[in-house]
């Protein structure tokens, strides 16, 4: 008998085992979901993660204490919409065909959620893509029309048509977002969702919560604030990026327009009042009055200075101005960042989801005297990157290796077991997500921005970038090439291109960006071919 029960027990254990080892496997190997959050014009140095002089994102941060961030993350080409068809085609702008602001997407191109979708995920897009108003591969979205609105948005929506939402923008993304995932989703397949974020784009409204605490701070200014661009091409002189000249005073710095007519001070250019009133003119009298109560005092307190304050005074009000508002943003970005992974977290959906926090480009926080992006130097070309994926990736890990936008949905696609399309032209992160470093092997990547002359006047330019060095080329009514010392000179204040100590290197990047354009099917034809395209298309009607 005893022999018999101690069988009996046997069985029950090894069966039991054998039944908890399945179930452990079967969760294991089931399909991530991917959570891909994404704001606008996010700055990496305005995230404490990697830089706390500005400000403290404690919610963000939480990816990289749990997960890896990236420090050579950049993209291929620093422009809002071009930067999202990049991510969402894993193409560069010349095959994807969206180069600049100014052409539309085409329709044509195959993106990475109708793969997920066609793969038996559920996908939902909710914030602003920027671009078309019927995202293809999305079961649910809900859009910003273009660039959106801070308060009372309106949204494009795939069931309702166009609908007004009261509240501000970045809450209201995220309550579409927690609503989906509470409500809407299919749980019985892994989803990828999109998750995007107007904020921090200009003009930069912060929430009533946050710009009655923000516009009362102080911020450290950058030390090249006032760099006069020596030692550098025509393009950093001929740039239309500096805060003191070209950030509009109403649109952008928030004086009232009375108070500019009071002071004689005239429009940057000729949207600016009407920028004001934009996003003012959207608000309830509860907002307005929010508003005035932060903003009015500001307004008086410059009144009463103006007639003293020297370019340099006035520069550095400026700036002020502008970290109160844009850091501001970051605030309520961080804050909802923070809700979406406590859901996770309470969910019981963390350990299966991929989450990857980023920004569609870099921007300048008072380097170089600039706001914006577009440039190839680091503040616009670098992006942040912090990718977190439990029993993945292990916490607190930094890379450094040179990654790109133009990775992601091959990374998102291998991650899912999804075979991805052989004209992408990114390579997964998987090997460096997962400790495999080794089977990572990109020396440099390729940079081209083509929207010139646009807003901002930054001259079309393609580069390659390592590690070390960064070599730039502008070829459009100039021809000129910067060459940058990355290790030796990480502010990038003095071009080296015609330095003999770096002519061995100078000649190897030129062989190698050769190589490059070739890998990546561009060619001087086709920057000929594009830019009389743009040129013929937007004077037109000056002809």
Same mark, same amino acid.
């Given at each position: ?27 294991? =190997? ?47 080409? =620093? ?158 002189h001929t740039a239309e990026m500096n805060i003191l000249e070209h950030m509009n005073w109403a649109g952008d710095s928030k004086l009232y327009p009375e108070v500019m007519e009071k002071l004689n001070i005239a429009e940057t ?241 030129? =062989? ?32």
């Amino acid at each position: 008998m005893k022999i018999n029960f101690l069988i009996i027990t046997l069985c029950f254990v090894a069966l039991f085992s054998c039944s908890k080892e399945k179930t452990t496997n079967n969760e294991s =190997s089931k399909r991530p979901n991917i959570l891909f959050i994404m704001s606008d014009d996010h700055a990496y140095q305005a995230i404490s993660a990697y830089d706390n002089k500005l400000t403290n994102t404690p919610n963000i941060d939480r990816l990289a204490d749990e997960g890896m961030l990236f420090t050579n993350a950049c993209v291929t080409n =620093s422009i809002c919409a071009p930067s999202r068809a990049v991510i969402l085609t894993g193409k560069h702008s010349h095959i994807n065909g969206k180069t600049d602001n100014h052409f539309p997407f085409n329709k044509d191109n195959v993106t990475f959620p109708q793969i997920f979708q066609e793969a038996g995920y559920q996908t939902a897009m909710f914030g602003k893509l920027h671009f078309g108003n019927n995202p293809q591969g999305f079961d649910e979205f809900k859009i910003l029309i273009g660039q959106g609105h801070y308060y009372n948005p309106t949204f494009i929506t795939k069931k309702e048509g166009k609908k007004d939402y009261p509240g501000y923008v970045t809450d209201i993304v995220t309550d579409m977002t927690l609503n989906w995932l509470d409500k809407e989703r299919d749980e019985s397949k892994p989803f990828m969702l999109m998750y995007l974020h107007k904020a921090p784009h200009r003009e930069w409204l912060p929430a009533a919560r946050h710009h009655k605490e923000y516009t009362k701070k102080s911020f450290q200014e950058p030390s090249t604030l006032f760099d006069d661009y020596s030692n550098r091409g025509t393009a950093a002189h001929t740039a239309e990026m500096n805060i003191l000249e070209h950030m509009n005073w109403a649109g952008d710095s928030k004086l009232y327009p009375e108070v500019m007519e009071k002071l004689n001070i005239a429009e940057t250019a000729d949207w600016d009042i009407k920028a004001f009133h934009k996003e003012r003119d959207r608000m309830t009298d509860e907002q307005k009055a929010a508003w005035d109560a932060s903003y009015r005092p500001i307004n008086d307190e410059f009144i009463k200075n103006y007639a003293n304050m020297d370019s340099t005074e006035l520069m550095k009000w400026r700036y002020q101005r502008y970290m109160q508002d844009y850091l501001g943003t970051i605030a309520s970005v961080d804050e909802n960042v923070g809700r979406v992974l406590d859901y996770l977290d309470e969910n019981k959906l963390a350990d299966n989801t991929l989450v990857v926090y980023t920004s569609d480009q870099g921007f300048y926080l008072g380097e170089h005297g600039w706001f914006d992006k577009r440039f190839a130097y680091n503040e616009s070309f670098k992006t942040p990157l912090l990718i977190r994926w439990p029993n993945k990736i292990k916490p607190g890990i930094t890379n450094d290796e040179m990654v790109q936008n133009l990775d992601f949905a091959q990374t998102f696609l291998e991650a899912a077991g999804i075979k991805e399309p052989e004209d992408m032209q990114g390579e997964s992160l998987m090997p460096l997500l997962t400790g495999n470093d080794a089977e990572w092997d990109r020396e440099a990547v390729y940079y081209h921005y083509y929207e010139y002359p646009s807003i901002h006047m930054v001259k079309r330019h393609y580069a390659i970038i390592t590690k070390e060095y960064k070599l730039i080329h502008y070829y459009y009514d100039v021809d000129e090439w910067e060459l940058f010392d990355r290790k030796n000179d990480p502010h990038e204040l003095k071009n080296v291109y015609d330095d003999p100590e770096y002519k061995d290197i100078v000649t190897q990047l030129k =062989s190698d960006l050769k190589d490059l354009r070739i890998k990546y099917k561009d060619s001087s034809e086709i920057d000929q071919k594009l830019l009389k395209k743009y040129l013929d298309s937007k004077f037109a009607d000056q002809r």
